[in-house]
């Protein structure tokens, strides 16, 4: 992986399930150290922090779905703050597109 180009963003929240503290996960992983261990690798490493927390908060389904309203806020706070970096960006980080599982 020597010489990549890698953002990372935070996406703090445990809106819509059923137990709180997912929200905690960013700051967990920064604490194991995969940014400096990327870095120490030769990576160009950006941190682009993370975005606001947002907590859970007790929600009865509604056709299945919990905090429906708050979930869809977070993805567009997400997909807004990833535009603005890759706009802001003058040589673009490789984006990946995940690979999807056969059975979809």
Same mark, same amino acid.
């Given at each position: 992986?020597?010489?990549? =180009?890698?953002?990372?963003?935070?996406?703090?929240? #445990?809106?819509?399930?059923? @137990?709180?503290?997912?929200?905690?996960? /960013? *700051? *967990?992983? =920064? #604490?194991?150290? /995969?940014? &400096?261990?990327? =870095? $120490? =690798?030769?990576? &160009?490493? $950006?941190?682009?922090?993370?975005?606001? %927390?947002?907590?859970?908060? /007790? $929600? +009865?389904?509604? *056709?299945?779905?919990?905090?429906?309203?708050?979930?869809?806020?977070? %993805? @567009?706070?997400? *997909?807004?703050? %990833? $535009? +603005?970096?890759?706009?802001?960006?003058?040589? /673009?980080?490789?984006?990946?597109?995940? +690979?999807?599982?056969? #059975?979809?």
């Amino acid at each position: 992986m020597t010489g990549a =180009r890698v953002g990372v963003l935070g996406v703090p929240t #445990s809106a819509g399930s059923y @137990n709180a503290g997912q929200d905690k996960a /960013p *700051a *967990a992983w =920064r #604490s194991a150290g /995969p940014v &400096d261990q990327l =870095r $120490a =690798r030769g990576s &160009d490493v $950006a941190d682009d922090g993370d975005l606001p %927390v947002t907590r859970h908060r /007790p $929600a +009865e389904p509604v *056709a299945g779905l919990r905090d429906l309203e708050r979930v869809a806020a977070v %993805v @567009n706070q997400t *997909a807004v703050r %990833v $535009a +603005e970096i890759r706009a802001d960006d003058p040589c /673009p980080r490789r984006w990946v597109e995940p +690979e999807r599982p056969a #059975s979809l």
